[in-house]
């Protein structure tokens, strides 16, 4: 194989036969594995606490976004439901 050095270059994968680079772990699109692992760039998980931590304020954040929205909703329910209750004789 030729030696590419701080060049970016696609291959075929070899199970879906997308363009990958030839330093991927994995296929983005179907997963598989590279015939020639050596040549992959190393994954590594690191920092966890991190994103836990951002992870929590994300649910947080969009948690406190959601109680107008619900505020919102159960007003126009209410007064939907004020107008119609007669209409309807609810």
Known sequence: ???????????????????ISDTAASCPHCGAIP???????PVEVFNVDMKV????????????????AIIVIYTAWTIIGGILAPVFHL
Not at 6 to 16: A, H, K, P, R, S
Not at 54 to 61: A, E, G, P, Q, S
């Open 1 to 19: 194989m030729i030696e590419t050095k701080g060049i970016i270059v696609l291959t075929d994968c070899n199970e879906c036969k997308a363009k």
């Open 35 to 41: 015939l020639d692992p050596a040549r992959s760039l």
């Open 53 to 68: 931590t951002t992870m929590f304020w994300f649910f947080l954040k969009a948690a406190f976004a959601a109680v107008p």
